[in-house]
């Protein structure tokens, strides 16, 4: 197995220093949230146990559920095939969302014309 600092080594972050975290619910594989991490946020995240997060606009790390009790327990982390986006597996305790809903995404259905499969 890679050291922690290998595995964050492989992780392309943006100009910023950051990369996407798509958050899904381990086990029903439901859409919960997006967030931003940067090489520490992945770090604590790896090594905890505990989601966290980089706030882009509070300028600082957040664990998940510190402040609203609703916590992120990790079940799995992966990295996409260009290294530019990380998928977190967690155990959601509570609502995912800041607004106090199960997920970010289910507010405005933006209307997708829907495609047919091709045989």
């Known amino acids: 197995m890679t050291t922690v600092d290998e595995r964050i080594a492989q992780v392309d972050f943006n100009a910023d220093g950051l990369a996407p975290v798509i958050v899904q619910q381990w086990d029903t594989r439901e859409v919960l949230m997006l967030a931003w991490v940067d090489a520490e946020a992945l ?11 980089w ?26 095939c260009d290294g530019d986006a990380i998928l977190l ?20 259905d933006l209307g997708a014309a829907v495609g047919e499969e091709q045989s």
Do not use: N
């Open 43 to 53: 770090r604590r995240t790896l090594t905890s146990g505990r989601a966290t997060y």
């Open 55 to 80: 706030s882009r606009s509070r300028q600082e790390y957040w664990r998940k559920g510190d402040t609203s009790g609703h916590i992120q327990v990790v079940r799995e982390a992966r990295l996409d």
């Open 89 to 108: 597996l967690v155990a959601q305790h509570g609502p995912a969302c800041h607004t106090g809903t199960r997920t970010c995404f289910d507010t405005t």
